[in-house]
T-cell receptor, first 112, second 115 residues
Framework: GQQVMQIPQYQHVQEGEDFTTYCNSS?????IQWYKQRPGGHPVFLIQ?????EVKKQKRLTFQFGEAKKNSSLHITATQTTDVGTYFCAGAGGTSYGKLTFGQGTILTVHP | DGGITQSPKYLFRKEGQNVTLSCEQN?????MYWYRQDPGQGLRLIYYSQIVNDFQKGDIAEGYSVSREKKESFPLTVTSAQKNPTAFYLC??????????????FGPGTRLTVL
């Protein structure tokens, strides 16, 4: 079945440093979604990428979808303590019939 | 105030007991999902449903059962057959199953501990 791998599993940064998490799918995706889960909370939708090579920005967050629609990345510029949490990518497409396949998530810790 | 509710937030059970986790949504969504979250393993799909009285197994359905008697409700029963039931359980919904661009809305989760 479809697999989505996400790295790194953990990332510790000093406040102000940049952060990137990467997502790779075993199959071509129709779209990829990103979610953020604050400590003790539940996943909350951030953004969706649909087009090959698409780049979207949300303030300090930049999301990219690969040309082959099999990989994606989330980059945070100048992290803040409010960025702490777990970031998940979730792929849709192929044989998943609209279900999302989640990556393992990257746990981000920001040290003040 | 629209959204998904799960209750209770924390649940403790003795080994060998069945337990039912509640999930209710008032978003008028057709599709509902149950995920299990363990440290370092992301979200794994247990069951999903696209319509009342219909549901399908996800990737880790063994030891779990569900029902969908009403559109807004999708309770999950963790049976004694589930070998390692202690986990964080998340319920989610989306407008429609099978529509690639639909996002999922998650409830606050239930943390189940089996003693």
């Amino acid at each position: 079945g479809q697999q989505v791998m996400q790295i790194p599993q953990y990332q510790h940064v000093q406040e102000g440093e940049d952060f990137t998490t990467y997502c790779n799918s075993s199959t071509t995706l129709s779209n990829i979604q990103w979610y953020k889960q604050r400590p003790g909370g539940h996943p909350v939708f951030l953004i969706q990428l649909v087009k090959s090579g698409e780049v979207k920005k949300q303030k300090r967050l930049t999301f990219q979808f690969g040309e082959a629609k099999k990989n994606s990345s989330l980059h945070i510029t100048a992290t803040q303590t409010t960025d702490v949490g777990t970031y998940f990518c979730a792929g849709a497409g192929g044989t998943s019939y609209g279900k999302l396949t989640f990556g393992q998530g990257t746990i981000l810790t920001v040290h003040p | 105030d629209g959204g998904i509710t799960q209750s209770p937030k924390y649940l403790f059970r003795k080994e060998g007991q069945n337990v039912t986790l509640s999930c209710e949504q008032n978003l008028n969504h057709d599709a509902m999902y149950w995920y299990r979250q363990d440290p370092g393993q992301g979200l794994r799909l247990i069951y999903y449903s696209q319509i009342v009285n219909d549901f399908q197994k996800g990737d880790i359905a063994e030891g779990y059962s569900v029902s969908r008697e009403k559109k807004e409700s999708f309770p999950l029963t963790v049976t004694s057959a589930q070998k390692n039931p202690t986990a964080f359980y998340l319920c989610a919904s989306s407008p429609q199953l099978g529509r690639w661009t639909d996002t999922q809305y998650f409830g606050p989760g239930t943390r189940l501990t089996v003693l």
